[in-house]
C-alpha cells in the first residue's frame, strides 16, 4: 500500500504565496512522475506542474513563472512554491504520482489540501 500525504494549504491574500508539500511513504521501490493536479468548483481536475525523477518539469501555462515544482528523491517528498497567488488559483490541490512497488506500477493520488486565494 502506498499512500501520499499532503500539507501546507490555507488560506492567503492576493500576491501572497504558499508552499504545498506532498509525501509519498509505503512500499517504494521507486517514484516516476510525482505532480500537482487542481480542481476548482465547477471545474475539472487540472494539472498544474508535474516533475520526472531526472528533474525535468512540466508546468500549466497559466502558473509559469509563478509556481515552482521540486522533488526530494531521498524523502519522497514533492513540493509546489506558489508566488504571487491570484483568486483564480483557489481550488483544491492534489498531489500525483507513479509509483512502482511489490505489486507492479501503481498511480497514487493524495487527498487534497485546500487553497483560497483571496482579493
Known amino acids: 500500500q502506498v499512500q501520499l500525504v499532503e500539507s501546507g494549504g490555507g488560506l492567503v491574500q492576493a500576491g501572497g504565496s504558499l508552499r504545498l508539500s506532498c509525501a509519498a511513504s509505503?512500499?517504494?521501490?521507486?517514484?516516476?512522475?510525482m505532480g500537482w493536479y487542481r480542481q476548482a468548483p465547477g471545474k475539472q481536475r487540472e494539472l498544474v506542474a508535474a516533475?520526472?525523477?531526472?528533474?525535468?518539469?512540466n508546468y500549466a501555462d497559466s502558473v509559469k513563472g509563478r509556481f515552482t515544482i521540486s522533488r526530494d528523491n531521498a524523502k519522497n517528498t514533492v513540493y509546489l512554491q506558489m508566488n504571487s497567488l491570484k483568486p483564480e488559483d483557489t481550488a483544491v490541490y492534489y498531489c500525483n504520482a507513479v509509483v512502482k512497488s511489490g505489486t507492479g506500477y501503481l498511480e497514487v493520488w493524495g487527498q487534497g489540501t485546500l487553497v483560497t486565494v483571496s482579493s
Open positions: 516533475i520526472t525523477s531526472g528533474g525535468s518539469t
Open positions: 509505503g512500499s517504494i521501490f521507486s517514484i516516476n512522475a
